[in-house]
Nanobody, 121 residues
Framework: QVQLVESGGGLVQPGGSLRLSCEASGSAFSIYAMGWFRQTPGKQRELVATITSGGSADYADSVKGRFTISRDDAKNTVYLQMNSLKPEDTAVYYC???????????????WGQGIQVTVSS
C-alpha cells in the first residue's frame, strides 16, 4: 500500500506564498498521477491541480497563473507552489495519488489526511 505525508501548510497574509509537499511511500507501486484538492466548511471538495507521470498539468480556473504543481520522481513527491494567495484560498488541502499496485494488480486512488492553509484578511 501507499501512504501519503503532507507538509507545508500554515498561516499567511494575502499576497503571500506557501509550498505544499506530498510524499508517497510504500512498496510495489507505480504512480500514474498526483494532485491536490481542497475543501472548506459547507462546500464539496474541489480540484486544485493535478500532474501526470508524463508531466501534464491541469489547474482549477481560480488558481491559474498563481499556483504551480510539480513532481520529483526520485522522491515520489508532488509540490504545489502557491503564490499571490487570497483569503478565498483558505481551505484544507488534500493530496491525491493514483497509482498501480503490483500487489493487487489494480489501479488505486488514495488520499492524504489534509493540511490547513489559512490566508488572513
Amino acid at each position: 500500500q501507499v501512504q501519503l505525508v503532507e507538509s507545508g501548510g500554515g498561516l499567511v497574509q494575502p499576497g503571500g506564498s506557501l509550498r505544499l509537499s506530498c510524499e508517497a511511500s510504500g512498496s510495489a507501486f507505480s504512480i500514474y498521477a498526483m494532485g491536490w484538492f481542497r475543501q472548506t466548511p459547507g462546500k464539496q471538495r474541489e480540484l486544485v491541480a493535478t500532474i501526470t507521470s508524463g508531466g501534464s498539468a491541469d489547474y482549477a480556473d481560480s488558481v491559474k497563473g498563481r499556483f504551480t504543481i510539480s513532481r520529483d520522481d526520485a522522491k515520489n513527491t508532488v509540490y504545489l507552489q502557491m503564490n499571490s494567495l487570497k483569503p478565498e484560498d483558505t481551505a484544507v488541502y488534500y493530496c491525491n495519488v493514483r497509482y498501480y499496485s503490483s500487489t493487487y494488480y489494480s489501479t488505486v486512488v488514495t488520499w492524504g489526511q489534509g493540511i490547513q492553509v489559512t490566508v488572513s484578511s
